[in-house]
């Protein structure tokens, strides 16, 4: 495991070598594995990750169905509703469904509706590894909407190099910093030999040059 206080340094330096904006920019991270063999289903990463201290940016949550999940969405704030005349529809409007795919990161689905999902945006959603989230009667999603906002999805499939958001500009670095710990614990839990299996880490801002963190 990286010490906390390499990780912190890290993502001082790459504050310090970004090129200074008036907007906020995305710091993330890249981690590249080694020795092993990603062609092998049960060695591929598919972990939503919560992060203790969010991403300082907004996460897109889209709920499908109908009724009560629909006002507890509302109440919850999510940022897109679709009901099961919107999800047929979409299935005849490939380029909107796909912007739809690409533009939420979560999606929560009331289990009656999705048959109709699985037929009409399974083949926006299933590929990006964004299948919903089935919600059965009687469940609450206010608190799995405001645990996924503070969260990130990683899914390698059979890569052995991925990126994933940690944080904003607007955090401080110890906030990243801790972020970035979570992610490569949890990473490491699920890596057959653990911290063996990782070639290096980087960190970096949007527009900013990669910092090796290991």
């Given at each position: 495991?990286v010490?906390?206080?390499?990780?912190?340094?890290?993502?001082?330096?790459?504050?310090?070598?970004a090129?200074?904006?008036?907007?906020s920019?995305?710091?993330?991270i890249?981690?590249n594995?080694?020795?092993?063999?990603?062609?092998?289903?049960?060695?591929?990463?598919?972990?939503?990750?919560?992060?203790?201290?969010?991403?300082?940016e907004?996460?897109?949550?889209?709920?499908?169905?109908?009724?009560?999940?629909?006002?507890?969405?509302?109440?919850a704030?999510?940022?897109?509703?679709?009901g099961?005349?919107e999800?047929?529809?979409?299935?005849g409007?490939?380029?909107?469904?796909?912007?739809?795919?690409?533009?939420?990161?979560?999606?929560?689905a009331?289990?009656?509706?999705?048959?109709?999902?699985?037929?009409?945006?399974?083949?926006?959603?299933?590929?990006r590894?964004?299948m919903?989230?089935?919600?059965?009667?009687?469940?609450?999603?206010?608190?799995?909407?405001?645990?996924?906002?503070?969260?990130?999805?990683i899914?390698?499939k059979?890569?052995?190099?991925?990126?994933?958001?940690v944080?904003?500009?607007?955090?401080?670095?110890?906030q990243?910093?801790?972020?970035?710990e979570?992610?490569?614990?949890?990473?490491?839990?699920?890596?057959?030999?653990?911290?063996?299996?990782?070639?290096?880490?980087y960190?970096?801002?949007?527009?900013?040059?990669?910092?090796?963190?290991?």
């Amino acid at each position: 495991m990286v010490e906390k206080a390499k990780i912190l340094e890290a993502v001082k330096t790459a504050l310090e070598k970004a090129p200074k904006r008036k907007f906020s920019e995305s710091i993330d991270i890249t981690i590249n594995l080694k020795n092993i063999d990603m062609a092998q289903p049960k060695n591929r990463i598919d972990e939503t990750i919560l992060l203790p201290n969010g991403t300082g940016e907004n996460v897109g949550i889209c709920v499908l169905g109908k009724g009560d999940i629909v006002t507890q969405a509302k109440d919850a704030k999510v940022d897109l509703i679709l009901g099961p005349e919107e999800i047929e529809r979409l299935g005849g409007a490939p380029r909107e469904a796909r912007k739809i795919a690409e533009q939420y990161r979560f999606f929560l689905a009331e289990t009656g509706v999705m048959p109709q999902v699985g037929r009409f945006l399974g083949p926006r959603l299933g590929p990006r590894g964004r299948m919903p989230m089935p919600i059965t009667g009687g469940m609450d999603i206010r608190p799995i909407v405001e645990r996924l906002r503070n969260s990130v999805k990683i899914r390698t499939k059979d890569k052995t190099v991925f990126s994933t958001k940690v944080g904003s500009t607007t955090m401080k670095p110890e906030q990243v910093a801790e972020n970035i710990e979570t992610i490569v614990k949890r990473i490491e839990s699920v890596l057959e030999q653990g911290p063996l299996n990782i070639r290096s880490i980087y960190v970096k801002t949007t527009m900013g040059p990669p910092v090796r963190l290991v």
